[in-house]
Nanobody, 117 residues
Framework: QVQLVESGGGLVQAGGSLRLSCAAS????????MGWYRQAPGKQRELVAN???????NYADSVKGRFTISRDNAKNMVYLQMNSLKAEDTAVYYC???????????WGQGTQVTVSS
């Protein structure tokens, strides 16, 4: 009964900004790492960023210095602030949540981010 609900996607011009939000529901006491992945047409899904309960964050090299991941544990939410967006950032972005029980990983439905040149 885990559910992840994403919001914040849309169309933006190159150089602009968007903030993605993801809210988790279900057995929240088991929630561990949360993060964002993205998948462009014809490409593999790739990790964008994730963040552990303790606040340690990891970023893909392609987004370092431009994107910032954060979380609000009290609200069971994770955010992705995306600045200086590029056309190559265009993809469907998926929220991911890792729990301390099988199947461990859950996914949101995805939100489209389109960056126009």
């Amino acid at each position: 009964q885990v559910q992840l609900v994403e919001s914040g996607g849309g169309l933006v011009q190159a150089g602009g900004s968007l903030r993605l939000s993801c809210a988790a529901s279900g057995p929240i006491f088991l929630l561990r790492t949360m993060g964002w992945y993205r998948q462009a047409p014809g490409k593999q899904r790739e990790l964008v960023a994730n963040i552990a309960n303790g606040g340690v964050a990891n970023y893909a090299d392609s987004v370092k210095g431009r994107f910032t991941i954060s979380r609000d544990n009290a609200k069971n939410m994770v955010y992705l602030q995306m600045n200086s967006l590029k056309a190559e950032d265009t993809a469907v972005y998926y929220c991911n949540a890792n729990f301390r029980a099988p199947p461990y990983d859950y996914w949101g439905q995805g939100t489209q981010v389109t960056v126009s040149s």
